[in-house]
């Protein structure tokens, strides 16, 4: 039963450590099309605080699920599977190599094992959250979301808003920690047979490529970017314009931070938002982990996999 499952092939890793470059130069090697897993890259018009690859960086490679949603749509994970999952049939079924590209762990989570099933939002409690959101801001709940379930605090920002206000509601509605349902559910529907390969590399050295990056996106315009969002009236409170980015591009055109604090803020929270990413990746017992330069190496695992 399990050799009939569909075999992809998942290029992860955190933020700036090169995996969609070397996974644009795998599916050349290789003959594949790259779906992407990055939970921004899905929104139309965020290109720069994305790092979206040019077209001309992704030297003539499919890639899907790129430029999917408005930034005022809704878009999760349930979302995500369900658009993705008949593109992995329809690339391995035209006898092509399907990498699923992209550094959003709970996306390829769901992807590969299934959605776990939780009550639906409680319009009671959720209002009543809400209403304590907008008078005391989202860190205040995720302080809160600490105290009652520290692990998925971790993975959560303590501003995102809405993924802050559904763990706690879960909470509510179940008596359980969320961190305590996904440990039970083990994402076990899966579908399909994965070759997992994380790219990493010494913690100074992502660092500064971290810390490069920030600087080069507010040079190739991550503040005209922002403000053109603005402009076409996307609230600055939307969940993708809270993002690593562009929260800090509003901020900024706001007055609220000058350059210098605007760089150090954006690549601290950048740092540890790799973090965060590196601690998800770490708990994955079938992940496989590779340095940029181990090209080989990578090469003979999708070879042997494959």
């Known amino acids: 039963m399990k050799e009939n499952r569909l075999k992809l092939v998942v290029?992860?890793?955190?933020?700036?450590?090169?995996?969609?470059?070397?996974?644009?130069?795998?599916?050349?090697?290789?003959?594949?099309?790259?779906?992407?897993?990055?939970?921004?890259?899905?929104?139309?018009?965020?290109?720069?605080?994305?790092?979206?690859?040019?077209?001309?960086?992704?030297?003539?490679?499919v890639h899907h699920m790129i430029d999917v949603v408005d930034p005022d749509e809704d878009f999760n994970a349930s979302l995500y599977r369900r658009l993705a999952e008949p593109i992995v049939k329809d690339i391995v079924e035209r006898e092509r190599v399907c990498f699923v590209v992209g550094g959003t762990g709970l996306y390829i989570k769901v992807l590969l094992g299934g959605l776990l099933k939780c009550p639906p939002a409680n319009m009671g409690i959720r209002k009543?959250?809400?209403?304590?959101?907008?008078?005391?801001?989202?860190?205040?709940?995720?302080?809160?979301?600490?105290?009652?379930?520290?692990?998925?605090?971790?993975?959560?920002?303590p501003n995102d808003r809405t993924?802050?206000?559904?763990?706690?509601?879960?909470?509510?509605?179940?008596?359980?920690?969320?961190?305590?349902?996904?440990?039970?559910?083990?994402?076990?529907?899966?579908?399909?047979?994965?070759?997992?390969?994380?790219?990493?590399?010494?913690?100074?050295?992502?660092?500064?490529?971290?810390?490069?990056?920030?600087?080069?996106?507010?040079?190739?315009?991550?503040?005209?970017?922002?403000?053109?969002?603005?402009?076409?009236?996307?609230?600055?409170?939307?969940?993708?314009?809270?993002?690593?980015?562009?929260?800090?591009?509003?901020?900024y055109l706001k007055n609220e931070c000058n350059l210098e604090e605007t760089i150090l803020q954006f690549q601290g929270d950048t740092r540890r938002y790799a973090k965060r990413q590196l601690t998800w990746f770490r708990a994955d017992p079938e992940m496989i982990w590779a340095k940029p330069e181990e090209m080989e190496f990578i090469e003979k695992k999708i070879e042997n996999f494959i």
Do not use: W
Not at 134 to 140: A, I, N, V
Not at 199 to 219: A, C, E, F, G, P
């Open 163 to 251: 993924r802050v206000i559904r763990a706690i509601e879960i909470i509510h509605l179940t008596d359980q920690a969320l961190s305590s349902l996904i440990l039970k559910h083990h994402f076990k529907d899966r579908s399909f047979q994965a070759l997992k390969i994380c790219i990493h590399m010494d913690r100074n050295q992502l660092y500064k490529r971290i810390n490069d990056r920030t600087v080069s996106m507010i040079k190739s315009g991550l503040f005209e970017e922002t403000q053109k969002l603005l402009k076409k009236g996307y609230s600055g409170d939307l969940r993708p314009m809270n993002a690593l980015g562009y929260r800090h591009a509003i901020r």
């Open 128 to 157: 009543e959250l809400i209403r304590e959101c907008e008078e005391s801001g989202s860190p205040f709940l995720h302080e809160r979301l600490k105290r009652l379930d520290p692990v998925a605090a971790l993975n959560i920002h």
């Open 11 to 61: 290029i992860t890793g955190p933020t700036a450590s090169g995996k969609s470059s070397i996974a644009v130069n795998l599916a050349l090697h290789f003959g594949g099309e790259i779906i992407n897993s990055d939970s921004m890259q899905v929104y139309r018009g965020m290109n720069v605080g994305t790092a979206k690859l040019l077209i001309e960086e992704r030297k003539g490679v």
